[in-house]
């Protein structure tokens, strides 16, 4: 088998065979195929696109380059939750002990944050004492224990996507439906879970920002988890704004917590809401998305998910008092608030925008070096489609310095004003499950 005729044939618009897939994946993985080869096979995908067989195929084969998660031991169905990013994604904190709380085991990989995107990783260790450096067994024990428990990704993780999307990186290829797709659920299968629920985002704030792009990017998703034997659905979901209303990894906890006592933002209510039906059908706990719904909503108004909360925090060395006494928590020593210039209403919130706001305020990360500040960040006051007069907050800036001059400017360029009504954006676009 040659790399040249495996380009030449994907460059004609042929599929590629399960063998031929392999053996680029291996070779380039053990360091036998060379960069250019793999450029040029990686361009050849981006122009020709693969079929639903050669895309599963290609994550198996990124799947089977390193470490894989047994989870066996753990009782039920286990069931995961990916989301593709977004400025003020507190998802994961909420979802994890409200699915946890009718006996559905979620036994979590996470990652750090990079860019104006938040890890869940960085937001738990904002509570004193949570850590996710636990052993294999350790994690397992925790999940049969308590139906919950999250570790940071190991280092072996689908290594192949690693180094694949480096040179993706580099050679233009990133923005490939097949190549994201791939790169995504190979680590999400290697996680080992049995059942996988994404949540792609779109608009100014996410990954994708167009609404087809990323239905094709969920399709595209939910196809290879299925074809790999992992029910796998997604639900798109805007982020042309903010989720919720906080920016910054301790005031994201506190508005987890909020959320988790019944007193959260709407939006990041229902999205919490929709996402856990789904995990709870998946994990057959429920006959369908509103019994499940119903379900949920009853533990998050009776106190269950609060206290399943609790425990999972303690259960990971965390100061479970943080729950009741969210002061506990890091705190900023500065805050101001952006004031209106003008009456009107809210008609745009730029996502990324403000996303980058709170990494000017030290929130996120430039790169996996940057160290961060888990106290700084940005609480919206104003949503899309909301009235605010001249002078009113629209916004609390939470800083270490007293000087964010750049930061307001910044911020203001980011929330439009305007007269008349403004029609607000959907939460969730579209589901896809099959």
């Given at each position: 088998?040659?790399?040249?005729?495996?380009?030449?044939?994907k460059r004609?618009?042929?599929?590629?065979?399960?063998?031929?897939?392999?053996?680029?994946?291996?070779?380039?993985?053990g360091g036998?195929i060379?960069?250019?080869q793999v450029?040029?096979?990686?361009?050849?995908?981006?122009?020709q696109d693969?079929?639903?067989?050669?895309?599963a195929?290609?994550t198996?084969?990124?799947?089977?380059?390193?470490?894989?998660?047994d989870?066996?031991?753990?009782?039920?169905?286990?069931?995961?939750?990916?989301?593709?990013?977004?400025v003020?994604?507190?998802?994961?904190?909420i979802?994890?002990?409200?699915v946890?709380?009718l006996?559905?085991?979620?036994?979590?990989?996470?990652?750090?944050?990079?860019?104006?995107?938040?890890?869940?990783?960085?937001?738990?260790?904002?509570?004193?004492g949570?850590?996710?450096?636990?052993?294999s067994d350790?994690?397992?024990?925790l999940?049969?224990q308590?139906?919950?428990?999250?570790?940071?990704?190991?280092?072996?993780?689908?290594?192949?996507?690693?180094?694949?999307?480096s040179?993706?990186?580099?050679?233009?290829?990133?923005?490939s439906?097949?190549?994201?797709?791939?790169?995504?659920?190979?680590?999400k299968i290697?996680?080992?879970?049995?059942?996988?629920?994404?949540?792609?985002?779109?608009?100014a704030?996410?990954?994708m920002?167009?609404?087809?792009?990323?239905?094709e990017?969920?399709?595209?998703?939910?196809?290879?988890?299925n074809?790999?034997?992992r029910n796998?659905m997604?639900v798109?979901?805007?982020?042309?704004?903010?989720?919720?209303?906080?920016?910054?990894?301790?005031?994201?906890?506190?508005?987890?917590?909020d959320?988790?006592?019944?007193n959260?933002?709407?939006?990041?209510?229902?999205l919490?809401l929709?996402?856990?039906?789904q995990?709870?059908?998946l994990?057959?706990?429920?006959?369908?998305?509103?019994?499940?719904?119903?379900?949920?909503?009853?533990?998050?108004?009776n106190?269950?998910?609060?206290?399943?909360?609790k425990r999972?925090?303690?259960s990971?060395?965390?100061d479970?008092?943080v729950?009741?006494?969210?002061e506990?928590?890091p705190?900023?020593?500065?805050?101001?608030?952006?004031?209106?210039k003008e009456?009107?209403?809210?008609?745009?919130?730029?996502?990324?925008?403000i996303?980058?706001?709170?990494?000017?305020?030290?929130?996120?990360r430039a790169?996996?070096?940057?160290?961060?500040?888990?106290?700084?960040?940005v609480?919206?006051?104003?949503?899309i489609?909301d009235?605010?007069?001249?002078g009113?907050?629209?916004?609390?800036?939470?800083?270490?310095?007293?000087?964010?001059?750049?930061?307001?400017e910044k911020?203001?360029?980011?929330?439009?004003?305007?007269?008349?009504?403004v029609?607000?954006?959907p939460l969730?676009?579209?589901?896809?499950?099959?």
């Amino acid at each position: 088998m040659r790399m040249y005729d495996i380009i030449e044939r994907k460059r004609d618009g042929q599929s590629l065979t399960s063998d031929e897939i392999r053996f680029v994946v291996n070779g380039y993985t053990g360091g036998e195929i060379p960069d250019y080869q793999v450029s040029a096979l990686l361009m050849a995908i981006f122009l020709q696109d693969m079929t639903e067989a050669e895309r599963a195929e290609l994550t198996t084969a990124m799947v089977e380059s390193g470490d894989q998660m047994d989870l066996s031991a753990i009782s039920g169905i286990k069931v995961d939750k990916h989301s593709t990013g977004g400025v003020g994604d507190t998802t994961t904190l909420i979802l994890a002990p409200l699915v946890a709380s009718l006996g559905v085991p979620v036994a979590k990989m996470s990652g750090r944050g990079l860019g104006h995107t938040g890890g869940t990783i960085d937001k738990l260790e904002a509570i004193p004492g949570f850590h996710v450096e636990i052993t294999s067994d350790e994690f397992v024990d925790l999940v049969n224990q308590n139906k919950v428990a999250v570790v940071g990704q190991t280092g072996n993780l689908a290594p192949a996507d690693k180094k694949l999307y480096s040179l993706r990186d580099v050679t233009a290829t990133v923005n490939s439906i097949p190549l994201i797709a791939s790169s995504i659920m190979s680590k999400k299968i290697a996680s080992g879970t049995d059942a996988i629920v994404l949540d792609v985002k779109t608009g100014a704030g996410a990954f994708m920002k167009q609404f087809e792009e990323a239905k094709e990017l969920a399709r595209a998703m939910v196809s290879i988890g299925n074809h790999i034997g992992r029910n796998t659905m997604a639900v798109i979901s805007d982020m042309s704004q903010p989720l919720g209303s906080a920016i910054g990894n301790a005031l994201e906890v506190r508005e987890a917590i909020d959320t988790l006592q019944g007193n959260g933002p709407h939006d990041l209510t229902e999205l919490c809401l929709e996402l856990g039906s789904q995990m709870v059908v998946l994990a057959r706990k429920a006959d369908t998305l509103d019994e499940a719904k119903e379900r949920l909503t009853e533990n998050l108004n009776n106190g269950k998910a609060f206290d399943h909360f609790k425990r999972f925090l303690a259960s990971q060395g965390g100061d479970a008092r943080v729950a009741d006494h969210p002061e506990l928590l890091p705190q900023s020593p500065c805050t101001f608030e952006l004031l209106a210039k003008e009456s009107g209403v809210v008609s745009k919130i730029v996502a990324d925008n403000i996303g980058s706001a709170a990494m000017m305020l030290g929130a996120g990360r430039a790169t996996k070096e940057s160290k961060i500040d888990l106290s700084v960040g940005v609480v919206l006051h104003k949503k899309i489609g909301d009235a605010v007069n001249q002078g009113e907050p629209l916004l609390t800036i939470h800083a270490s310095t007293t000087t964010v001059d750049r930061v307001k400017e910044k911020l203001y360029e980011s929330i439009i004003i305007a007269d008349g009504v403004v029609d607000t954006p959907p939460l969730i676009y579209d589901t896809i499950t099959e």
